[in-house]
């Protein structure tokens, strides 16, 4: 149910509290480790990985928290309610992509909800792994018509050292002619710029291509990623609840099996 179209890999991590940490573990099966795969020492609070899609299985067990860029994602997402973006990094199909987390919460907050009150009503994290190559190969292979266009995009979050999210390693003063426009993916933390332009010069003026046809694909850019990642938190965040619920009904159904073993004990007592 994880699969999605530039997604190649969605996991859901847990909310621990220490306090809770020897029956989670109990209850899994196993125990939570760091990202070197050793036993997690004491924490406060754990962010372990209990469902994953195949592809990415190997994480399952895996404290989230225990990553330094992977817990300050954790930290931001739940404490703003917004998806939160990683630097650009090799996946495994070798293509540039980032990770986003979502928070998953217990109840309905209000957009104006308080951080703390975020923070107590967080059940868990959602991640998934854009591949961003493919994303604006697929949005943007036919933008230029027969000419062919050359598209950079850039997370420029730290000025002074822009890294490539997408195409070839060229400095962001590429030479004119050519279009650059900011792209915002949901995480207000992070920076990202697109930077179009010809490989050969163009027979038309670039404004005829980026107005308003740049614009249009562009929106289509953004629109898609938080489109795929919201449809995904919302299934998965619905599964989590449900979950939860099964979990209290197994709970309850053991109580009441203890009971009746009890009652069963003392009726069978009182007949000899």
């Not at 899994?28 to 990985?49: C, L, N």
């Not at 703003?80 to 986003?100: D, Y």
């Not at 207000?188 to 179009?196: A, T, V, W």
């Given at each position: 149910s994880f699969e999605r179209p530039l997604?190649?890999?969605v996991a859901y991590a847990q909310r621990v509290m220490h306090a809770d940490r020897e029956a989670f573990e109990r209850q899994?099966?196993?125990?939570?480790?760091?990202?070197?795969?050793?036993?997690?020492?004491?924490?406060?609070?754990?962010?372990?990985?209990i469902y994953s899609q195949e592809t990415v299985s190997y994480i399952e067990g895996l404290d989230m928290m225990s990553g330094e860029e992977d817990r300050e994602n954790i930290l931001r997402s739940r404490a703003?309610?917004?998806?939160?973006?990683?630097?650009?990094?090799?996946?495994?199909?070798?293509?540039?992509?980032?990770?986003?987390t979502f928070p998953v919460y217990l109840v309905d907050l209000p957009p104006d909800a308080k951080v703390e009150d975020r923070v107590a009503a967080t059940a868990g994290y959602l991640g998934g792994a854009f591949d961003v190559e493919s994303l604006v190969e697929n949005l943007l292979r036919q933008l230029a018509g027969n000419q062919e266009l050359v598209v950079n995009v850039y997370d420029v979050t730290n000025h002074s050292n822009p890294?490539?999210?997408?195409?070839?390693?060229?400095?962001?003063?590429a030479p004119s002619p050519s279009h650059t426009c900011t792209l915002d993916f949901g995480d207000?933390?992070?920076?990202?710029?697109?930077?179009?332009r010809y490989r050969s010069e163009p027979h038309v003026p670039w404004s005829a291509i980026t107005t308003p046809s740049g614009v249009f694909v562009i929106l289509m850019l953004i629109g898609y990623i938080i489109y795929a990642a919201w449809n995904r938190y919302d299934s998965v965040k619905e599964d989590c609840r449900k979950m939860e619920a099964l979990k209290k009904r197994a709970e309850a159904a053991d109580v009441a099996k203890s009971q009746v073993k009890f009652c069963w004990k003392l009726l069978a007592v009182e007949m000899f």
């Open positions: 997604l190649s890999g899994q099966g196993w125990i939570i480790k760091t990202m070197k795969h050793e036993p997690s020492p004491p924490q406060d609070e754990y962010a372990p990985v703003t309610g917004k998806a939160v973006l990683t630097r650009p990094f090799r996946l495994m199909s070798n293509h540039l992509g980032v990770v986003l890294l490539v999210m997408y195409g070839s390693e060229v400095p962001l003063g207000p933390f992070r920076n990202h710029h697109m930077i179009c």
